[in-house]
C-alpha cells in the first residue's frame, strides 16, 4: 500500500470514531443531568455518593459513640477484675491534688477511639490519653439495637470538617483508684461547629447509659432520673471534692452561708447530680478539660439546662481552640442566669482597685 493510501486511511480512521465519541459524552451528560434532577431523593446514586462523601450520618454517630462509652466502661471493668491497675502518676493538678493513670485509662482509650476511628476514619477524635499508644485493639460494629425501641431519630448529615468528638475514657481516676467506684464514668461529646450536641454518659459500675441528641431524643435511663419539674427554690451547689475548700468559700460568700454543698468527684458524675436534681448547680472555679465537660454540656442544653463558663460564655468545642476550658464553669438546669450574675458580680466586687 502506498504512504499516500495509508495516510488516507489514517485520516479516515481518525474521522469515524470522532462521531461516537461526541455521542457518548452527549449521552453521559443527558444520564448526570437527569439522575441529578429527578433521583436525589433515591438511593444508591452515584450523585449521592459523591454529594455525601464529606457528610457523616449523626444517628450513626450517636449509636457509635453509646457503644464507645459501653466498650470503654467493659474494659475498666475488667481492669477492676485483674486487680492489677498498674497505676502510675501524670503529675500533679493544678490544685495539688495526684492526677494518676491506670491500665484502664489507657485500655479504655484504645477501645474507644480506634474502635470510633475505624467506623469513621475522617472525624477528628480528642481523647484525654492522646499519648498512650494502642495496639490489637477490640474494636466494634455500629449496634443500632443499643437504641431504645421509641428512639425515632433522622438520619441527619453534617459536614466532616464541622465535627469534632471529645472521648474521656475515665473520669475520676483517683477515686476509681480508690475504689470509690460511684463517681467513675466513660464519656463521648458530639460537637457540630463547636457546639456541643450528642452527649454520651456511661456509669459502668451501675451499668447505666445516660445519651441525649439535641432537639431530638434521650436515653430511658435519663428520661427516669431527669424530674419534669426541678426545685430549684434552695442553692445546692456541688464541688469538686479534690478541691472543696476553696469553692465552698466561694458558694458561701456568692450564695450566703446556709448554701448546701455537695462534694463529689467526676465532672460527669457532678453532671448527672445536677440532671436528677440532687444538686441545682455544679460550680467549678479553675480549668477544666473540655472531655471531662462536653458530654454533660450536650446533655444539659437537650434537657433545657445550661454550661458556661464562669464569665457566662458558651464553651466552644471546635478543634481548632485549647482542650483546656480555663475560666471554671457552671452546670443548671434552671435559674442560670441568676446562678451566673451573683458569679459575676461577686468576682468584681472581690477584684483589687487600681489608683
Same mark, same amino acid.
Given at each position: ?264 468527684? !467526676? ?53 481548632? !481552640? ?34
Amino acid at each position: 500500500m502506498s504512504y499516500l493510501k495509508r495516510k488516507e486511511n489514517m485520516g479516515r480512521r481518525i474521522h469515524v470514531h470522532r462521531v461516537p465519541a461526541a455521542i457518548v459524552i452527549i449521552l453521559l451528560t443527558v444520564i448526570i443531568v437527569y439522575f441529578v434532577n429527578f433521583h436525589q431523593d433515591e438511593r444508591p446514586t452515584l450523585y449521592s455518593m459523591l454529594r455525601n462523601q464529606n457528610k457523616v450520618n449523626l444517628r450513626k454517630l450517636l449509636i457509635g459513640a453509646i457503644q464507645a462509652a459501653q466498650r470503654g466502661g467493659m474494659e475498666v471493668l475488667e481492669v477492676t477484675k485483674t486487680l492489677e491497675l498498674k497505676e502510675r502518676s501524670k503529675g500533679k493538678t493544678d490544685e495539688g491534688a495526684n492526677d494518676p493513670f491506670t491500665d484502664a485509662d489507657g485500655r479504655s482509650h484504645c477501645v474507644m477511639k480506634e474502635g470510633l476511628h475505624r467506623i469513621f476514619p475522617q472525624i477528628k477524635i480528642f481523647s484525654e490519653e492522646d499519648k498512650e499508644s494502642c495496639s490489637n485493639v477490640n474494636t466494634f460494629d455500629l449496634d443500632p439495637t443499643v437504641l431504645h425501641e421509641t428512639a425515632d431519630l433522622p438520619n441527619e448529615l453534617a459536614d466532616i470538617n464541622d465535627v469534632t468528638v471529645w472521648i474521656d475514657p475515665l473520669d475520676a481516676t483517683q477515686e476509681f483508684t480508690e475504689k470509690l467506684y460511684q463517681y467513675v464514668t466513660t464519656m463521648v461529646c458530639v460537637a457540630v461547629k463547636g457546639k456541643p450536641i450528642i452527649g454520651v454518659i456511661h456509669s459502668p459500675f451501675i451499668g447505666q447509659t445516660a445519651w441525649a441528641w439535641v432537639d431530638n431524643s434521650m436515653s430511658e435511663y435519663l428520661a427516669s432520673i431527669h424530674p419534669v419539674s426541678p426545685d430549684t427554690s434552695k442553692p445546692l451547689i456541688t464541688v469538686s471534692r479534690s478541691h472543696a475548700g476553696s469553692v465552698k468559700d466561694l458558694v458561701r460568700n456568692v450564695f450566703g452561708e446556709k448554701s448546701e454543698i455537695l462534694t463529689a468527684a !467526676g465532672a460527669g458524675y457532678k453532671v448527672l447530680q445536677v440532671i436528677s436534681n440532687n444538686a441545682t448547680a455544679y460550680l467549678h472555679s479553675t480549668k477544666i478539660k473540655k472531655w471531662d465537660i462536653c458530654a454533660g454540656d450536650a446533655i444539659l442544653s437537650a434537657l433545657g439546662g445550661t454550661m458556661t463558663n464562669l464569665k457566662g460564655e458558651l464553651i466552644d468545642y471546635g478543634p481548632d !481552640g485549647s482542650p483546656v476550658n480555663d475560666q471554671g464553669l457552671l452546670a443548671t438546669l434552671k435559674s442560670h442566669d441568676e446562678y451566673i450574675n451573683k458569679l459575676i458580680q461577686s468576682r468584681k466586687s472581690a477584684a483589687p482597685v487600681h489608683r
